[in-house]
Structure formats: C-alpha cells, structure tokens
Nanobody
Framework: VQLQASGGGVVQAGGSLRLSCAASGIIFDPNIMGWYRQAPGKQRDLVATFWPGGNPRYDDSVKGRFTISRDNAQNKVYLQMDSLKPEDTAVYFC???????????WGQGTQVTVSS
C-alpha cells in the first residue's frame, strides 16, 4: 500500500488550501482515511479522519475551518482548509488504517506554511 499526498504550499493567513491523498495497492474494507499534522518540535496530531458511513472527526482547533471528504471508489481523501492561521503551519500526513485490523500506512507528508 502506498499513499501519495499533494496540495501543500505557502499561503497568507485567511487563505485556503486543498490537500489530496491517493491510496494505491490492496485496500480492504472497512478502512479509515484521515489527516494528521506535525509542527517542528511537536508530536504528530490528528487533524481530521473518518471511515465510510461514519461521521468525520475533527480536532477542535480546525472545526468550522477544515473539511475532510473522501472518494471511496478511488481511495482518495481530501482536506479543504479555509481561514488558515499561522498556527496551522506544519507537515501534513495522510494516513490509511487498512481493514478490520486497522494496519496503519502513512503518506510522505506535504508542507503547509501559513504566513501572518
């Protein structure tokens, strides 16, 4: 299984970015796809995640600003990020928890930088 993330970049505060992640390989149902982020010197934290038929789950810091969506047929997950803040600056990783065993796979990370 491989995950390929894209869509990061540099944006001014208040701007928007859309991250995409495509999973390839043997993908089992059910599976969970989501986004995490890691700022310099900090641990990797959950941003948003959900599995098919469930409700998305967001970190409190991004509720109302970020929207996660997924294309189950193509095994893709997206993260629409609006009203970006400097504190959103981090490397963003997509994660797949594959099958009932929830074996984790990580993408390579994409840098998001929000300037004030």
């Amino acid at each position: 299984v491989q995950l390929q993330a894209s869509g990061g970049g540099v944006v001014q505060a208040g701007g928007s970015l859309r991250l995409s992640c495509a999973a390839s390989g043997i993908i089992f149902d059910p599976n969970i796809m989501g986004w995490y982020r890691q700022a310099p010197g900090k641990q990797r934290d959950l941003v948003a995640t959900f599995w098919p038929g469930g409700n998305p789950r967001y970190d409190d810091s991004v509720k109302g600003r970020f929207t996660i969506s997924r294309d189950n047929a193509q095994n893709k997950v997206y993260l629409q990020m609006d009203s970006l803040k400097p504190e959103d600056t981090a490397v963003y990783f997509c994660k797949l928890e594959n099958g009932r065993g929830r074996r984790p796979y990580w993408g390579q990370g994409t840098q998001v930088t929000v300037s004030s």
